[in-house]
Protein backbone atom coordinates (compact mmCIF):
# COMPACT_ATOMS: atom_id res chain seq x y z
CA UNK A 1 0.00 0.00 0.00
CA UNK A 2 1.33 3.42 -1.11
CA UNK A 3 1.93 6.32 2.06
CA UNK A 4 -0.32 8.64 2.63
CA UNK A 5 0.53 11.85 0.51
CA UNK A 6 0.15 14.83 3.06
CA UNK A 7 -0.25 18.05 1.43
CA UNK A 8 0.33 21.47 3.60
CA UNK A 9 -2.49 24.16 3.15
CA UNK A 10 -0.13 27.74 4.21
CA UNK A 11 -2.84 29.83 5.42
CA UNK A 12 -2.38 31.39 8.85
CA UNK A 13 -3.87 28.71 10.17
CA UNK A 14 -2.03 26.21 8.50
CA UNK A 15 -3.14 22.62 8.61
CA UNK A 16 -2.45 19.68 6.41
CA UNK A 17 -5.14 17.17 3.90
CA UNK A 18 -3.90 14.05 3.85
CA UNK A 19 -4.86 11.35 1.39
CA UNK A 20 -4.47 7.80 0.96
CA UNK A 21 -6.38 4.07 1.29
CA UNK A 22 -6.79 3.02 4.42
CA UNK A 23 -5.60 6.33 6.62
CA UNK A 24 -8.70 6.82 8.90
CA UNK A 25 -6.04 5.79 11.54
CA UNK A 26 -4.22 9.57 11.14
CA UNK A 27 -7.52 11.27 12.59
CA UNK A 28 -6.07 11.13 16.02
CA UNK A 29 -2.69 13.01 15.09
CA UNK A 30 -4.93 15.64 12.92
CA UNK A 31 -7.35 16.75 16.37
CA UNK A 32 -5.46 19.54 18.46
CA UNK A 33 -3.77 18.49 21.43
CA UNK A 34 -5.78 18.23 24.58
CA UNK A 35 -9.31 17.38 22.64
CA UNK A 36 -11.32 15.87 25.46
CA UNK A 37 -14.59 15.65 23.67
CA UNK A 38 -15.79 14.52 19.99
CA UNK A 39 -18.75 15.29 18.35
CA UNK A 40 -19.14 13.89 15.30
CA UNK A 41 -21.31 15.04 12.97
CA UNK A 42 -23.02 12.74 10.00
CA UNK A 43 -26.10 11.86 8.25
CA UNK A 44 -28.20 8.92 9.31
CA UNK A 45 -27.66 7.05 5.98
CA UNK A 46 -23.88 6.93 6.41
CA UNK A 47 -23.62 6.09 10.09
CA UNK A 48 -22.29 2.27 9.45
CA UNK A 49 -19.01 3.96 8.80
CA UNK A 50 -18.97 5.29 12.40
CA UNK A 51 -17.89 1.75 13.31
CA UNK A 52 -13.79 2.31 13.41
CA UNK A 53 -14.38 5.53 15.30
CA UNK A 54 -14.35 4.08 18.12
CA UNK A 55 -11.44 2.07 18.19
CA UNK A 56 -9.86 5.78 16.58
CA UNK A 57 -11.27 7.66 18.90
CA UNK A 58 -10.78 5.52 22.26
CA UNK A 59 -10.28 7.27 25.22
CA UNK A 60 -12.19 10.10 24.22
CA UNK A 61 -15.57 11.27 25.05
CA UNK A 62 -17.61 10.53 21.72
CA UNK A 63 -20.95 12.22 21.33
CA UNK A 64 -22.69 11.09 17.04
CA UNK A 65 -24.82 14.14 16.18
CA UNK A 66 -27.05 12.57 13.19
CA UNK A 67 -28.07 15.04 10.45
CA UNK A 68 -30.57 14.57 7.47
CA UNK A 69 -28.51 13.26 4.13
CA UNK A 70 -27.41 15.77 1.58
CA UNK A 71 -28.71 19.14 1.36
CA UNK A 72 -31.86 18.93 3.49
CA UNK A 73 -28.88 19.35 6.35
CA UNK A 74 -27.71 22.92 5.16
CA UNK A 75 -30.46 24.58 6.93
CA UNK A 76 -30.55 26.82 9.87
CA UNK A 77 -32.83 24.38 11.83
CA UNK A 78 -30.48 21.42 11.41
CA UNK A 79 -27.58 23.82 12.68
CA UNK A 80 -30.00 24.55 15.47
CA UNK A 81 -30.72 21.31 16.60
CA UNK A 82 -27.06 21.05 16.65
CA UNK A 83 -26.26 23.57 18.95
CA UNK A 84 -29.13 22.51 21.04
CA UNK A 85 -27.00 19.03 21.40
CA UNK A 86 -23.74 20.51 22.13
CA UNK A 87 -25.21 22.59 24.71
CA UNK A 88 -26.59 19.56 26.02
CA UNK A 89 -23.52 17.93 26.26
CA UNK A 90 -21.84 21.26 27.39
CA UNK A 91 -19.82 20.91 24.79
CA UNK A 92 -16.57 23.54 25.79
CA UNK A 93 -13.32 25.20 23.49
CA UNK A 94 -11.48 22.10 24.35
CA UNK A 95 -13.43 19.97 22.40
CA UNK A 96 -13.66 19.58 19.23
CA UNK A 97 -16.07 18.33 15.75
CA UNK A 98 -15.18 15.83 13.45
CA UNK A 99 -17.47 15.64 10.13
CA UNK A 100 -18.02 12.22 8.21
CA UNK A 101 -20.33 12.51 4.87
CA UNK A 102 -20.29 14.56 1.89
CA UNK A 103 -19.94 17.90 1.06
CA UNK A 104 -22.97 19.12 2.68
CA UNK A 105 -21.93 17.50 5.86
CA UNK A 106 -18.85 19.38 6.15
CA UNK A 107 -20.58 22.28 4.89
CA UNK A 108 -23.03 22.15 7.77
CA UNK A 109 -20.81 20.68 10.10
CA UNK A 110 -18.54 23.58 9.76
CA UNK A 111 -20.34 26.17 10.00
CA UNK A 112 -21.67 24.35 13.68
CA UNK A 113 -17.93 24.49 14.76
CA UNK A 114 -17.95 27.89 13.28
CA UNK A 115 -20.30 29.59 15.27
CA UNK A 116 -20.40 27.18 18.32
CA UNK A 117 -18.96 29.38 21.14
CA UNK A 118 -17.29 31.41 18.73
CA UNK A 119 -15.57 28.60 16.84
CA UNK A 120 -14.21 25.41 18.54
CA UNK A 121 -12.40 22.72 16.00
CA UNK A 122 -13.35 20.64 13.27
CA UNK A 123 -11.86 18.15 11.26
CA UNK A 124 -13.43 17.21 8.24
CA UNK A 125 -13.46 13.46 7.38
CA UNK A 126 -15.03 13.67 3.35
CA UNK A 127 -16.68 10.65 2.02
CA UNK A 128 -17.37 11.71 -1.23
CA UNK A 129 -14.73 12.42 -3.93
CA UNK A 130 -16.56 16.09 -4.43
CA UNK A 131 -16.06 16.80 -0.63
CA UNK A 132 -12.34 15.70 -0.59
CA UNK A 133 -11.50 18.01 -3.82
CA UNK A 134 -13.07 20.57 -2.53
CA UNK A 135 -15.51 21.10 0.27
CA UNK A 136 -13.48 19.90 3.30
CA UNK A 137 -10.67 22.09 2.08
CA UNK A 138 -10.38 25.89 2.66
CA UNK A 139 -12.63 26.73 5.46
CA UNK A 140 -15.44 27.67 3.75
CA UNK A 141 -18.58 26.88 5.18
CA UNK A 142 -22.41 27.57 5.15
CA UNK A 143 -26.42 26.45 4.84
CA UNK A 144 -28.65 27.63 2.26
CA UNK A 145 -31.55 30.09 2.58
CA UNK A 146 -34.67 30.54 0.84
CA UNK A 147 -33.10 33.30 -1.09
CA UNK A 148 -30.29 30.84 -2.27
CA UNK A 149 -27.32 29.05 -2.04
CA UNK A 150 -24.63 28.96 0.87
CA UNK A 151 -26.27 32.74 2.09
CA UNK A 152 -25.06 31.88 4.82
CA UNK A 153 -22.07 30.78 6.77
CA UNK A 154 -18.38 31.55 7.70
CA UNK A 155 -15.05 31.18 6.72
CA UNK A 156 -13.73 28.58 9.59
CA UNK A 157 -10.64 26.78 8.75
CA UNK A 158 -10.37 23.35 9.24
CA UNK A 159 -7.83 21.40 12.24
CA UNK A 160 -7.08 18.94 9.75
CA UNK A 161 -8.80 17.32 6.34
CA UNK A 162 -8.18 13.41 6.58
CA UNK A 163 -9.31 11.99 2.69
CA UNK A 164 -9.48 7.76 2.63
CA UNK A 165 -9.72 6.93 -0.61
CA UNK A 166 -10.81 3.69 0.39
CA UNK A 167 -14.51 5.42 1.42
CA UNK A 168 -15.11 5.77 -2.49
CA UNK A 169 -15.91 2.20 -2.66
CA UNK A 170 -18.93 2.43 -1.78
CA UNK A 171 -19.88 5.81 -3.27
CA UNK A 172 -22.38 5.50 -6.64
CA UNK A 173 -20.92 6.52 -9.63
CA UNK A 174 -23.15 9.43 -10.50
CA UNK A 175 -21.87 10.76 -6.91
CA UNK A 176 -18.28 9.96 -8.33
CA UNK A 177 -18.92 11.56 -11.83
CA UNK A 178 -20.25 14.76 -10.10
CA UNK A 179 -17.04 15.21 -7.80
CA UNK A 180 -15.39 14.98 -10.97
CA UNK A 181 -17.06 18.57 -11.99
CA UNK A 182 -15.00 20.01 -9.75
CA UNK A 183 -11.91 18.31 -10.69
CA UNK A 184 -11.98 19.20 -13.87
CA UNK A 185 -12.73 22.56 -12.79
CA UNK A 186 -9.19 23.48 -11.12
CA UNK A 187 -7.89 21.88 -15.17
CA UNK A 188 -9.49 24.36 -16.90
CA UNK A 189 -8.58 27.81 -13.66
CA UNK A 190 -5.30 26.13 -12.80
CA UNK A 191 -3.81 22.79 -13.56
CA UNK A 192 -4.13 21.35 -17.29
CA UNK A 193 -2.59 18.39 -16.22
CA UNK A 194 -5.71 17.41 -14.92
CA UNK A 195 -7.69 17.54 -17.95
CA UNK A 196 -4.62 15.90 -20.01
CA UNK A 197 -5.08 12.83 -17.34
CA UNK A 198 -9.31 13.35 -17.42
CA UNK A 199 -8.67 13.48 -21.42
CA UNK A 200 -6.59 10.10 -22.23
CA UNK A 201 -8.04 8.13 -19.05
CA UNK A 202 -11.00 5.35 -19.82
CA UNK A 203 -13.36 7.24 -17.35
CA UNK A 204 -14.83 3.90 -16.08
CA UNK A 205 -11.69 3.08 -14.93
CA UNK A 206 -11.51 5.95 -12.12
CA UNK A 207 -12.82 3.73 -9.34
CA UNK A 208 -11.54 4.42 -5.69
CA UNK A 209 -8.52 2.33 -5.90
CA UNK A 210 -7.18 3.88 -9.01
CA UNK A 211 -3.85 5.65 -9.09
CA UNK A 212 -5.37 8.09 -11.70
CA UNK A 213 -7.93 8.86 -9.39
CA UNK A 214 -5.72 9.29 -6.98
CA UNK A 215 -3.21 11.76 -8.72
CA UNK A 216 -6.58 14.16 -9.70
CA UNK A 217 -7.31 13.72 -6.01
CA UNK A 218 -4.05 15.29 -5.22
CA UNK A 219 -3.69 17.66 -8.08
CA UNK A 220 -7.00 19.26 -7.73
CA UNK A 221 -6.79 19.74 -3.73
CA UNK A 222 -3.27 21.08 -4.39
CA UNK A 223 -4.74 23.66 -6.55
CA UNK A 224 -7.15 24.58 -3.56
CA UNK A 225 -4.50 24.95 -0.99
CA UNK A 226 -2.28 27.28 -3.20
CA UNK A 227 -5.76 29.48 -3.93
CA UNK A 228 -7.16 29.80 -0.52
CA UNK A 229 -3.38 30.03 0.90
CA UNK A 230 -3.39 33.37 -0.94
CA UNK A 231 -6.96 34.72 -0.64
CA UNK A 232 -8.63 32.80 1.97
CA UNK A 233 -11.55 35.00 2.28
CA UNK A 234 -11.79 36.23 -0.92
CA UNK A 235 -11.07 39.59 -0.84
CA UNK A 236 -8.95 39.59 -4.14
CA UNK A 237 -5.80 38.35 -5.66
CA UNK A 238 -2.82 39.69 -6.26
CA UNK A 239 -2.70 42.17 -9.50
CA UNK A 240 -5.89 42.16 -10.30
CA UNK A 241 -5.90 38.34 -10.51
CA UNK A 242 -9.60 36.94 -9.15
CA UNK A 243 -7.84 34.95 -5.89
CA UNK A 244 -10.53 32.74 -4.23
CA UNK A 245 -13.10 33.88 -6.52
CA UNK A 246 -11.39 31.93 -9.46
CA UNK A 247 -12.46 28.67 -7.35
CA UNK A 248 -15.87 30.19 -7.94
CA UNK A 249 -15.64 29.49 -11.80
CA UNK A 250 -19.24 28.28 -13.04
CA UNK A 251 -20.92 28.62 -9.91
CA UNK A 252 -23.18 31.57 -10.45
CA UNK A 253 -25.16 30.16 -12.59
CA UNK A 254 -24.63 26.19 -10.79
CA UNK A 255 -26.22 27.72 -7.91
CA UNK A 256 -29.28 29.13 -9.52
CA UNK A 257 -29.75 26.02 -11.39
CA UNK A 258 -29.67 24.17 -7.98
CA UNK A 259 -32.29 26.39 -6.33
CA UNK A 260 -34.35 26.11 -9.77
CA UNK A 261 -34.50 22.81 -9.16
CA UNK A 262 -34.79 22.47 -5.38
CA UNK A 263 -31.90 21.03 -5.48
CA UNK A 264 -32.40 18.08 -7.22
CA UNK A 265 -29.28 18.46 -9.33
CA UNK A 266 -26.09 17.17 -7.83
CA UNK A 267 -23.78 20.68 -7.39
CA UNK A 268 -20.64 18.51 -9.11
CA UNK A 269 -23.39 18.28 -12.28
CA UNK A 270 -24.19 21.96 -11.87
CA UNK A 271 -20.84 23.39 -11.77
CA UNK A 272 -20.38 20.84 -14.99
CA UNK A 273 -23.12 22.89 -16.76
CA UNK A 274 -22.25 26.40 -15.04
CA UNK A 275 -18.19 25.94 -16.52
CA UNK A 276 -20.01 25.65 -20.45
CA UNK A 277 -21.81 28.71 -19.76
CA UNK A 278 -19.29 30.88 -18.48
CA UNK A 279 -16.99 29.91 -21.36
CA UNK A 280 -19.66 30.53 -23.99
CA UNK A 281 -19.83 33.81 -21.80
CA UNK A 282 -15.94 34.30 -22.46
CA UNK A 283 -16.01 33.66 -26.09
CA UNK A 284 -18.75 36.06 -26.75
CA UNK A 285 -17.73 39.16 -24.04
CA UNK A 286 -14.00 38.47 -24.22
CA UNK A 287 -11.80 36.55 -26.24
CA UNK A 288 -11.61 32.91 -25.52
CA UNK A 289 -11.00 30.97 -28.36
CA UNK A 290 -13.80 28.02 -29.86
CA UNK A 291 -11.43 25.58 -29.07
CA UNK A 292 -11.66 25.90 -25.44
CA UNK A 293 -14.82 26.44 -25.46
CA UNK A 294 -15.42 22.72 -27.33
CA UNK A 295 -12.38 21.79 -25.03
CA UNK A 296 -15.07 22.57 -21.63
CA UNK A 297 -17.77 20.55 -23.64
CA UNK A 298 -15.50 17.47 -23.98
CA UNK A 299 -14.07 17.32 -20.78
CA UNK A 300 -17.03 17.41 -18.76
CA UNK A 301 -18.69 15.04 -21.28
CA UNK A 302 -16.22 12.61 -21.69
CA UNK A 303 -16.66 12.21 -17.58
CA UNK A 304 -20.13 11.97 -17.97
CA UNK A 305 -21.64 15.63 -16.88
CA UNK A 306 -24.30 17.52 -18.34
CA UNK A 307 -23.12 19.85 -20.52
CA UNK A 308 -26.57 21.69 -21.56
CA UNK A 309 -30.12 22.45 -19.68
CA UNK A 310 -32.89 24.11 -20.01
CA UNK A 311 -34.71 23.53 -17.13
CA UNK A 312 -36.22 27.49 -16.61
CA UNK A 313 -36.33 30.56 -18.14
CA UNK A 314 -33.10 32.81 -17.74
CA UNK A 315 -35.34 35.41 -16.05
CA UNK A 316 -35.58 32.83 -13.12
CA UNK A 317 -31.87 32.43 -13.06
CA UNK A 318 -30.78 35.95 -13.50
CA UNK A 319 -32.95 37.16 -10.54
CA UNK A 320 -31.13 34.43 -8.39
CA UNK A 321 -27.39 35.10 -9.82
CA UNK A 322 -28.36 39.25 -8.62
CA UNK A 323 -27.83 37.57 -4.69
CA UNK A 324 -24.54 35.58 -6.05
CA UNK A 325 -21.52 36.61 -3.26
CA UNK A 326 -19.39 37.66 -6.44
CA UNK A 327 -21.86 40.54 -7.46
CA UNK A 328 -21.42 44.31 -6.48
CA UNK A 329 -24.72 46.34 -6.08
CA UNK A 330 -26.63 45.75 -8.95
CA UNK A 331 -23.49 44.41 -11.29
CA UNK A 332 -23.08 40.63 -11.74
CA UNK A 333 -19.24 39.61 -11.81
CA UNK A 334 -18.42 36.29 -13.26
CA UNK A 335 -15.24 34.07 -13.41
CA UNK A 336 -14.23 33.51 -16.71
CA UNK A 337 -11.04 32.61 -19.04
CA UNK A 338 -9.15 34.97 -20.77
CA UNK A 339 -6.63 31.58 -21.51
CA UNK A 340 -6.58 28.34 -20.32
CA UNK A 341 -5.39 28.38 -16.38
CA UNK A 342 -6.12 32.13 -16.96
CA UNK A 343 -9.24 33.21 -14.68
CA UNK A 344 -9.88 36.92 -14.61
CA UNK A 345 -13.54 38.74 -13.74
CA UNK A 346 -15.96 39.86 -16.39
CA UNK A 347 -17.93 42.58 -14.22
CA UNK A 348 -20.92 43.98 -15.71
CA UNK A 349 -21.48 41.89 -19.41
CA UNK A 350 -24.12 43.17 -21.35
CA UNK A 351 -27.52 40.85 -20.72
CA UNK A 352 -27.04 40.49 -24.63
CA UNK A 353 -23.87 38.15 -24.32
CA UNK A 354 -25.42 36.70 -21.01
CA UNK A 355 -28.63 35.68 -22.91
CA UNK A 356 -26.52 34.60 -25.58
CA UNK A 357 -24.83 32.17 -23.54
CA UNK A 358 -27.37 30.63 -22.06
CA UNK A 359 -29.43 30.18 -25.54
CA UNK A 360 -25.95 28.36 -26.18
CA UNK A 361 -26.28 25.86 -23.13
CA UNK A 362 -30.28 25.66 -23.23
CA UNK A 363 -30.60 25.19 -27.16
CA UNK A 364 -32.13 28.33 -26.99
CA UNK A 365 -34.30 28.61 -24.48
CA UNK A 366 -32.84 32.05 -23.24
N1 LIG B 1 -17.28 24.64 1.27
C1 LIG B 1 -16.82 24.48 0.04
O1 LIG B 1 -15.75 24.98 -0.31
C2 LIG B 1 -17.60 23.65 -0.93
C3 LIG B 1 -16.99 23.27 -2.13
C4 LIG B 1 -17.71 22.48 -3.02
C5 LIG B 1 -19.00 22.06 -2.70
N2 LIG B 1 -19.53 22.44 -1.52
C6 LIG B 1 -20.88 21.95 -1.14
O2 LIG B 1 -20.84 20.53 -1.08
C7 LIG B 1 -22.13 20.00 -1.31
C8 LIG B 1 -22.06 18.87 -2.29
O3 LIG B 1 -21.27 17.86 -1.73
P1 LIG B 1 -21.38 16.34 -2.23
O4 LIG B 1 -21.35 16.31 -3.69
O5 LIG B 1 -20.39 15.58 -1.46
O6 LIG B 1 -22.88 15.95 -1.85
P2 LIG B 1 -23.56 15.35 -0.53
O7 LIG B 1 -22.88 15.75 0.69
O8 LIG B 1 -25.00 15.68 -0.69
O9 LIG B 1 -23.36 13.76 -0.72
C9 LIG B 1 -23.89 13.15 -1.85
C10 LIG B 1 -24.52 11.79 -1.53
O10 LIG B 1 -23.51 10.82 -1.36
C11 LIG B 1 -23.80 10.01 -0.23
N3 LIG B 1 -22.52 9.52 0.27
C12 LIG B 1 -21.54 10.25 0.83
N4 LIG B 1 -20.47 9.50 1.05
C13 LIG B 1 -20.77 8.25 0.67
C14 LIG B 1 -20.04 7.04 0.65
N5 LIG B 1 -18.76 6.98 1.01
N6 LIG B 1 -20.67 5.93 0.21
C15 LIG B 1 -21.96 6.00 -0.22
N7 LIG B 1 -22.69 7.14 -0.25
C16 LIG B 1 -22.09 8.25 0.19
C17 LIG B 1 -24.50 10.95 0.70
O11 LIG B 1 -25.24 10.24 1.65
C18 LIG B 1 -25.35 11.77 -0.26
O12 LIG B 1 -26.57 11.13 -0.51
C19 LIG B 1 -22.97 21.16 -1.83
O13 LIG B 1 -23.81 21.62 -0.81
C20 LIG B 1 -21.94 22.23 -2.16
O14 LIG B 1 -22.45 23.53 -2.06
C21 LIG B 1 -18.86 23.22 -0.64
O1 LIG C 1 -13.79 27.37 -2.00
C1 LIG C 1 -14.24 28.24 -2.76
O2 LIG C 1 -13.95 29.42 -2.66
C2 LIG C 1 -15.17 27.86 -3.83
O3 LIG C 1 -15.77 28.72 -4.46
C3 LIG C 1 -15.35 26.41 -4.11
C4 LIG C 1 -16.70 26.04 -4.70
O4 LIG C 1 -16.51 24.83 -5.40
C5 LIG C 1 -17.77 25.78 -3.64
O5 LIG C 1 -18.91 25.24 -4.24
C6 LIG C 1 -18.14 26.94 -2.75
O6 LIG C 1 -18.93 26.52 -1.68
C7 LIG C 1 -18.92 28.01 -3.45
O7 LIG C 1 -18.79 29.15 -2.70
P1 LIG C 1 -19.84 30.33 -2.60
O8 LIG C 1 -19.04 31.40 -1.94
O9 LIG C 1 -20.27 30.69 -3.99
O10 LIG C 1 -20.96 29.85 -1.77
ZN1 LIG D 1 -18.40 24.00 -5.93
Same mark, same amino acid.
Given at each position: ???? &?????????????????????????????????? @???????????????????????????????????????????????????? #????????????????? %??? #?????????????????????????????????????????????????????? %??????????????? %???????????????????? &?????????????????????????????????????????????????????????????????????????????????????????? @?????????????????????????????????????????????????????????????????????????????
Amino acid at each position: MTAP &TVLHVATASPYDVVVGHGVLDRLRGLLPDGVQRV @AIICPESLEHLLEPFADLLDGLDVVVLQVPDGEEAKNWEVAAACWEALGEEG #FTRSDAVVTLGGGATTD %LGG #FVAATWLRGVAVVHVPTTLLAMVDAAVGGKTGINTPAGKNLVGSFHEPAGVLCD %LALLATLPREELVAG %LGEVVKCGFIADPRILELVE &TTDPAALTADSPVLRELVERAVQVKADVVAGDLRETGGAGGRPGREALNYGHTLAHAIEKATGYEIRHGEAVAIGCVFVAELAARAGALP @AELVDRHRAAFGRVGLPTSWDGADFDTLLATMRVDKKARGNQLRFVVLADLAQPVVLAGPSEADLRAAYAAISGGAA
